[in-house]
């Protein structure tokens, strides 16, 4: 079971900027793929940018240039720095990681969300 648990989100001025960070639990495990998602109220969950073992990254489009994700693969810890949050990046963030464990059963783990709110 490879677990993830995510940094402490936060309220932030509209313009500010926040880090999060998601550490995955679990000894012998390769990472492919690790990801940031959000879902605001009413609305369903959506990506927000991902990241490759090898460090290729893709974004949504809403945040690209805003928004930087990276990885520690040697503490497989995810990172996401966002600059000039805006109201509308208002959300619940959850981190997510996909690979194999150390007997090659493959896994897709989810964090337990953490709460970004921007103010205007």
């Known amino acids: 079971q490879v677990q993830l648990v995510e940094s402490r989100g936060g309220l932030v001025q509209a313009g500010g900027s926040l880090r999060l960070s998601c550490a995955a639990s679990g000894s012998a495990i390769r990472i492919n793929t690790m990801g940031w998602y959000r879902q605001a109220p009413g609305k369903q969950r959506e990506l927000v940018a991902g990241i490759s073992i090898g460090g290729i990254t893709n974004y949504a489009d809403s945040v690209k240039c805003r928004f930087l994700i990276s990885r520690d693969n040697a503490r497989n810890t995810l990172y996401l720095q966002m600059n000039s949050l805006k109201p509308g990046n208002t959300a619940v963030y959850h981190c997510?990681?996909?690979?194999?464990?150390?007997?090659?059963?493959?896994?897709?783990?989810w964090g337990q969300g953490t709460q970004v709110t921007v103010s205007s």
């Open positions: 997510s990681a996909a690979g194999t464990t150390a007997w090659g059963k493959p896994f897709n783990s």
